[in-house]
């Protein structure tokens, strides 16, 4: 339930420039992640951007959802990138051309689109606006959006359960919505290099540190040449991973594609099963029992891999997460090898890994993005204590270093762009959405 609040002192002044951020990231019909860097609409960020848009421009927040799915295929596949046609092709990499979409009978004729996944956060987004107050006007659109909703998640209910145990598994590092985690190092190395270098000389990736670049820019050759079959997928592709990020936030927007089925009048029935299948087999499949915490697993070795990320505390979005396995979890999180030793929580890897880099996107530094996904888990399931930890060290981030990209996880300097806008729309959620015991 959404509590209204009167934002005071200088949570007003956070309140406004967050809200200025958003605003001038604005072009007309979505919010680009960045001024300069990233210049197109990314599904992850969209996501994010109309969480907090619900509570400052619901209008608007409807129109980036609309926008976003405008690039949905006829799969139900919603691509990771939906490309602006009024950014020159060659202003980022990989583009249009590479991608080449539009060869693709399912894609969509009238617009450029990347050809995977990411983290389906949109039914979660699109409850936001349910919880608002323009209550008729919100309906309306619901029912023009839930159909775009429902194909999205039998897509990766059909096509992506890769391990046919009710997970959605992921074909790329890029799916994962954190690019260059450690979480990918082995999955990734056991793919044959391409023959010769694909990424050196481009200056526009589309991150600063991918894991491996080369291999990155195979696996979406390898697609490509397939036609992004799911046989193809299934039987050959070589990276293929089951992530308790993406499956936690799978799971969190199922419950509210059935929440938001209930408000239409549709049957949220079968939303609520897929929600069961996926809780136990985030259980059987992910959760490491000897070391407590869930981890990735790598389908074709059949192993989980090693190393312990944030992606490990999304389950916490499961409400029905058993109370024992919360309990590791929060252990986890507030020791010395998370928040227990970061200043500024939550680093995005073990701190004790020889994997963590404090300055290394995925590898180390802390997000506001993922802070906010930690912090949704825990106002689930009533952890007071944690919810207000990421929440105050949230807030002083933005306070200390502006909406950035990402930040140090010790002193709080900010990294990678400027007014960078999922930081500033979910402090908008921060602030909107706050309970208190």
């Known amino acids: ?61 409807r129109i980036e959802l609309m926008s976003l799915f ?9 691509p990771h990138i939906v490309f602006s046609s009024s950014v020159s092709r060659h202003a980022y990499f990989p583009g249009p051309e590479f991608w080449r979409s539009r060869a693709q009978a399912d894609a969509p004729r009238s617009v450029d689109t990347s050809c995977l996944a990411q983290p389906p956060l949109q039914a979660l987004a699109a409850l936001r606006l349910a919880q608002g107050p323009d209550q008729e006007g919100s309906r309306a659109f619901l029912t023009r959006l839930y159909p775009y909703l429902a194909a999205q998640h039998a897509y990766l209910a059909r096509d992506r359960d890769v391990g046919r145990c009710g997970l959605v598994s992921l074909c790329h590092p890029w799916e994962s919505g954190l690019e260059n985690s450690p979480a990918w190092d082995r999955p990734l190395a056991a793919v044959e290099p391409p023959g010769a270098p694909y990424a050196r000389d481009h200056h526009h990736r589309r991150t600063p540190a991918d894991a491996d670049p080369d291999r990155c820019v195979s696996l979406i050759t390898a697609m490509r040449d397939a036609g992004y079959r799911p046989e193809y997928l299934r039987d050959d592709h070589p990276f293929v991973v089951e992530d308790p990020l993406f499956n936690a936030v799978f ?10 089925a209930e408000i239409i009048g549709a049957d949220p029935g079968p939303h609520r ?37 944030i992606a490990g505390f999304a389950p916490l979005l499961d409400p029905a997460l058993p109370i024992a396995i919360v309990r590791h979890l929060v252990e986890l999180l507030l020791s010395a090898r998370f928040a227990g030793a970061a200043g500024y929580p939550l680093p995005t890897c073990d701190v004790q890994s020889a994997a963590f880099d404090r300055a290394g996107y995925w590898r180390g530094p802390t997000w506001v993005n993922t802070n906010w996904l ?64």
Do not use: K
């Open 70 to 78: 405008r690039g949905q295929w006829a799969t139900g596949l919603v």
């Open 374 to 437: 930690v912090w949704l888990g825990a106002l689930t399931h009533h952890l007071n204590a944690v919810s207000d930890l990421l929440f105050g060290s949230t807030l002083r981030l933005v306070r200390q270093s502006g909406f950035r990209e990402y930040f140090d996880p010790f002193d709080g300097t900010g990294r990678g762009s400027h007014e960078f806008s999922w930081s500033a729309a979910l402090v908008l959620d921060l602030l909107a959405l706050r309970r208190r015991s």
């Open 251 to 260: 799971l969190a927007s199922t419950h509210a594609l059935a929440e938001l």
């Open 273 to 309: 099963e897929a929600a069961e299948r996926i809780h136990t087999a985030m259980l059987e499949r992910l959760w490491d029992g000897e070391t407590n915490c869930f981890r990735a697993r790598d389908v074709r070795s059949g192993q989980l891999v090693p190393v312990a990320t």
């Open 1 to 61: 339930m959404i509590m209204g609040f009167r934002l005071i002192g200088d949570e007003t002044a956070v309140w406004n420039a967050a809200a200025r951020v958003l605003d001038a990231n604005w072009t007309g019909t979505t919010t680009v992640p960045s001024p300069g860097l990233y210049p197109h609409q990314w599904s992850w960020d969209s996501s994010f951007v109309s969480v907090g848009l619900a509570h400052h421009r619901p209008d608007r927040a």
